[in-house]
């Protein structure tokens, strides 16, 4: 169903009572009159998009059809000028891990970044201007070739007018991954050229045949696709053929729309977001079109702000334009690495599409619930808090944690408590406790304050500066619950609700929750995956009464020899059947 959302906000879909329409919109009688005669319709109910779209446009609405697509169509409706100036082209790097992508980017920028990240992984969004003598100058992308950048990768695809597809040589006969690509590739823009490199040319001795076997195995993938590219031989080690790729790129220069006006509305991408030490959250941005100034209202997804400063390599600006990649400050919040943002300085306009954003985005939510309480039930749950340095490492954690999701568990229910960019908080460390999570932290000290708190609570919490070995420590809490499950015929878990150390022993008072427990079961502690304590149980009764067996939810306690301290309410119990059963 269409509806207004308010005055001049309407969501419509494929089709539309246009009678129903102008009465909600309650238009004057003039401008019904000028829309029938323009548009040549008397009778007309029901209207199709495209010509509501023409008269909507005509009489100054905003039209919203897809929500992803907002800032593309309202760009398209507000647009004023031909473009007449010239911009530098973006060109956006991808390819697997290690093939070599930042290594190249470096021959060109000539400067030996790579030493700065750790373990020479690009783990944010690299971006840089290189200016040559004949005024060419381009923009440059470096992206992550982990999968779990794979949202990242794809909203600097979007914006680019070109793409080089990296290879290493060590990768030229993997079909699964040069694919992945080039499908990625395609699934996002349609627009660009292509240029593909094999890189680490250095490293084999039979040139020719690498070379043939390459061409061969693509060209008939591309030809089928529709595709022209070239291929170029690299090798960034010893910085050959570095010039061969520039004069390339500078070769399509006269195929590529670069054209844009600095009198148009300002819009463009997000590249980097960050938290300054002085301004706060902070963002990179790369403008495809207009000008932006300090002072203007520039609208993000959810939020907008008034720009207080442009920073232009080191440099204070009033304004930018696409042939800047500036920083901007004044957010309120940090805004999502791939965002798009346009500038209008029309603040009943910003407020609506807002609201309408997050009416959508809530009605979404609650199904999202929904289907989560569905999925909650009888399931483990690993609960994490994560915070991290940079926004882009979220959206790329999220996204690993959902393939995760989707491929690995089937009773195990990830649950990403929070996930925040910034320093950790005692408010973290509480919410840690109260909701049994684990914290993880991705390049983010711990405030010796802190360190005593954690402590005393016990609460668990890693420290990763690769992005990968967050991910495989959550891939390796799950292989734990899974190969317990696979391998030792679980037969009920309960959960801990007290304690008591008696002596040499300890009794814990438990609440069955699925299954039965036998006295003769083996038991196994945890507290989310680590394993407390492993071994038999010595007594088990219900209230004072001793039993062999307990089953239906019911809540018993039961005696092991060792004083374990560890252990404590809200810790997990799995009963086995006994091994020689
Ligand atoms: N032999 C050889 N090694 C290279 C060449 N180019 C890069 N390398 C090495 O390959 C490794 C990975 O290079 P990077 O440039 O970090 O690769 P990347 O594609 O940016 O990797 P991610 O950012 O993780 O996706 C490094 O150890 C480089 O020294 C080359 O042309 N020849
Ligand atoms: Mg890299």
Redesign the pocket.
């Known amino acids: 169903m269409s509806k207004i959302i308010n005055n001049n906000l309407i969501e419509i879909n494929k089709k539309i009572n246009f009678t129903k329409l102008i009465s909600k919109l309650s238009l004057k009688e003039k401008d019904i009159n000028y829309i029938k005669s323009i548009f040549n319709i008397d009778n007309i109910k029901i209207i199709n998009i495209d010509l509501l779209k023409n008269i909507l446009n005509k009489l100054n609405y905003i039209i919203i059809e897809e929500f992803n697509d907002n800032i593309d169509k309202l760009y398209i409706t507000l647009k004023k000028n031909n473009n007449i100036d010239y911009r530098p082209p973006i060109i956006t790097l991808i390819?697997?891990?290690?093939?070599?992508?930042?290594?190249?980017l470096?021959c060109i920028e000539l400067n030996n970044s790579?030493n700065n990240?750790v373990r020479?992984?690009?783990q944010y969004i690299r971006s840089f201007k290189v200016n040559y003598s004949d005024n060419k100058n381009f923009i440059f992308i470096?992206?992550?070739?982990?999968e779990s950048f794979v949202n990242i990768r794809n909203n600097c695809i979007k914006i680019s007018d070109i793409i080089i597809l990296?290879i290493?040589v060590d990768d030229i006969l993997k079909n699964n991954i040069i694919d992945k690509f080039i499908n990625e590739i395609l699934y996002t823009n349609l627009t660009f050229k292509l240029i593909i490199i094999i890189?680490?040319?250095?490293?084999i001795n039979d040139f020719n045949s690498l070379k043939f076997k390459f061409e061969n195995n693509y060209n008939s993938i591309f030809k089928n696709i529709d595709i022209n590219y070239d291929i170029l031989y690299?090798?960034?080690?010893?910085k050959k053929n570095i010039d061969l790729l520039i004069n390339n790129i500078k070769s399509k220069f006269n195929y590529i729309d670069l054209k844009f006006s600095k009198e148009n509305i300002a819009y463009g991408i997000v590249i980097e977001s960050y938290i300054d030490k002085n301004m706060g959250p902070t963002a990179k941005i790369i403008i495809k079109d207009g000008t932006i100034n300090v002072g203007d209202l520039i609208l993000f997804d959810y939020f907008f702000c008034k720009l207080k400063l442009i920073i232009d390599n080191n440099n204070k600006i009033n304004s930018a334009n696409p042939l800047n990649i500036v920083k901007i400050f004044g957010l309120p919040t940090l805004s999502k690495i791939g965002e798009k943002i346009i500038i209008l300085n029309d603040i009943k306009k910003i407020k609506n599409i807002i609201s309408y954003r997050n009416i959508i985005k809530n009605k979404n939510n609650l199904y999202i619930n929904k289907y989560n309480d569905f999925l909650n039930k009888n399931k483990y749950n690993l609960n994490y808090i994560i915070k991290t340095n940079s926004i882009g490492i979220n959206d790329a954690i999220l996204h690993s944690i959902k393939e995760i999701s989707n491929n690995n568990c089937n009773n195990i229910n990830i649950n990403i408590l929070k996930i925040e960019t910034g320093i950790l908080k005692k408010d973290d460390i509480y919410l840690s406790l109260n909701s049994n999570s684990e914290l993880l932290l991705f390049n983010v000290k711990i405030d010796l304050n802190l360190i005593k708190l954690i402590n005393n609570f016990n609460i668990k919490i890693k420290s990763y500066s690769i992005i990968y070995d967050l991910i495989d420590y959550i891939k390796y809490s799950i292989k734990n619950i899974l190969s317990l499950e696979e391998k030792s015929n679980i037969e009920g878990n309960a959960n801990v609700i007290k304690i008591f150390n008696i002596n040499n022993s300890i009794i814990i008072g438990c609440k069955l929750e699925n299954g039965v427990f036998r006295k003769k079961n083996n038991i196994k502690i945890f507290r989310k995956d680590i394993l407390l304590y492993d071994g038999n149980i010595l007594s088990m009764k219900i209230l004072k009464k001793s039993v062999n067996e307990v089953n239906n939810n019911t809540e018993f306690g039961i005696s092991i020899n060792k004083n374990n301290i560890l252990i404590k309410e809200g810790d997990k119990i799995i009963s086995f059947k006994e091994i020689n059963e």
């Open positions: 390819g697997h891990v290690d093939s070599g992508k930042t290594s190249i470096d790579i990240e020479g992984i690009t470096d992206t992550p070739g982990h990296v290493s890189n680490k040319i250095d490293k690299l090798s960034a080690k010893y």
